[in-house]
């Protein structure tokens, strides 16, 4: 695991958080995919960018962002608890469109 990127996805996602408060969503977007293009471990940029998506009714960019959320997440060592319970999330959710 490299914390030097886990580092840098963190500061991406505080960011983009910021951003979606102040209204520049697109700038919040575009730091929340570089996180998925580098296949982050951590839910929370998947999350952000499957609601925003959802709401701007980009179903298909909803799709591939829960489908590469589960991609990446199937891969992860399952002896992390958290995993499961996500995985699951993005299924159901995914299943839903």
């Known amino acids: 695991m490299n914390y030097k990127i886990i580092e840098v996805q963190y500061k991406r996602n505080i960011e983009g958080q910021k951003y979606e408060k102040i209204g520049k969503i697109d700038e919040a977007i575009k730091l929340y995919e570089m996180n998925v293009n ?10 952000r960018l499957s609601i925003i998506y ?3 009714k980009r179903y298909d960019d909803e799709k591939r962002i829960l489908n590469k959320a589960i ?4 891969k992860i060592d399952i002896r992390r608890r958290d ?3 996500k995985l699951k999330s993005f299924k159901e959710r995914l299943s839903k469109l």
């Not at 982050?40 to 940029?45: D, I, K, L, S």
């Open 38 to 47: 580098e296949m982050c471990e951590g839910n929370f940029p998947y999350d």
């Open 54 to 56: 959802h709401k701007m």
């Open 71 to 74: 991609s990446v997440f199937e």
């Open 83 to 85: 995993i499961q319970p």
